[in-house]
């Protein structure tokens, strides 16, 4: 079991969760962060940091959205390389906040 960031941090990207983060699981992109399963231990801590509440544990999202977000955190983590430096809400965060189905806005390396 691992947590998982979903779409709404797409454009947002806050950065709170990296800092929480006890074990560097983040992986940072241009308005998106993901978190890396293969080093995720489960703990949490990253869930109420997140001002969005983009991060869940996988086993708390249904079935259909399960492996989509499993799938992407994944695949992302490999693509996207790890915070040099704190991350920092992007610009415009609260604008996109409330904004629903935003995967099409992810800006992949």
């Given at each position: ?43 949490t801590v ?35 390389g790890r ?8 610009a415009d ?17």
């Open positions: 079991m691992t947590c998982v960031v979903t779409e709404a941090c797409i454009a947002c990207r806050y950065g709170d969760c990296v800092d929480a983060c006890p074990v560097d699981a983040f992986r940072v992109g241009e308005n998106f962060v993901v978190i890396d399963p293969e080093v995720c231990v489960n703990c990253c869930v109420p940091a997140c001002p969005v509440s983009a991060i869940v544990a996988d086993y708390e999202l249904d079935v259909s959205e399960r492996q989509r977000y499993v799938d992407l955190n994944a695949t992302l983590s490999k693509e996207f915070a040099q430096v704190q991350v920092e809400a992007l965060a609260q604008k996109w906040a409330d904004v629903k189905d935003k995967l099409h806005l992810l800006i992949r390396p």
